[in-house]
């Protein structure tokens, strides 16, 4: 189960937390507190397909790359760029699956729109333009 806190003021409400035990049984129970953080903005997302991913299939193009898709770039950098490992406890065995990116936080996905442009730069020698809101004006 999941409860959000919010902290306004310096002053928390926890009216959320305090219904939640006393409808609970007795016993022991863990707390984990993480900071919530916003999911990728509309904006992020636009400029994401509408920028990078236009600027890279045509970088891609020009390095011999037969992508005939944005949506095939996306798969193609997920894969090299945001990768969660899963691990096989009875095995042992390892894998690794392409992280979707609409369960990114606005901070992991500036960094994964960073190595975008980073790998951009290095082994396609284009430059995509710094995410701001006139992203359409400078392309």
Request: aromatic share 14%.
């Amino acid at each position: 189960m999941k409860i959000m806190i919010d902290k306004v003021g310096g002053y928390f409400n926890l009216q959320h937390l305090y219904t939640f035990f006393r409808a609970t049984p007795d016993g022991s129970y863990t707390l984990s507190i993480t900071k919530h953080r916003r999911g990728r903005s509309l904006n992020q997302n636009e400029y994401l397909w509408g920028c990078a991913y236009p600027i890279l299939l045509d970088a891609l193009l020009d390095a011999g790359w037969e992508f005939t898709s944005l949506e095939q770039v996306h798969e193609f950098f997920k894969k090299l760029m945001a990768q969660e490992t899963l691990v096989n406890y009875e095995t042992g065995e390892i894998i690794e699956i392409p992280r979707s990116t609409a369960t990114m936080d606005t901070q992991q996905f500036s960094a994964y729109i960073d190595k975008l442009r980073e790998y951009a730069e290095e082994f396609l020698n284009v430059t995509i333009p710094e995410p701001d809101k006139a992203w359409r004006l400078n392309r």
